[in-house]
């Protein structure tokens, strides 16, 4: 994996902190992980829906 620094509001670091407490995550970086990947995942599967939206339906 590679390292990345990210400047964030001290306010979502607290909240990232309070789910890595509560057991969500098992770190700050676990939690980046998966919230960038479900952003990937929302965001690539909305533009291929846009993508075949404009395409016939098979009949």
Known sequence: MRLISVKMPE??????DELVRKGM??????????A???LL???LWKRAGEF???LPSPS
Do not use: F, N
């Not at 306010?11 to 990232?16: D, K, S, T, V």
């Open 52 to 54: 075949t939206s404009g």
């Open 41 to 43: 995942k929302r965001e």
């Open 11 to 16: 306010a979502l670091i607290e909240g990232m």
């Open 25 to 34: 995550y098992p770190s700050r970086s676990a939690l980046m992980r998966a």
């Open 36 to 38: 960038v990947r479900d």
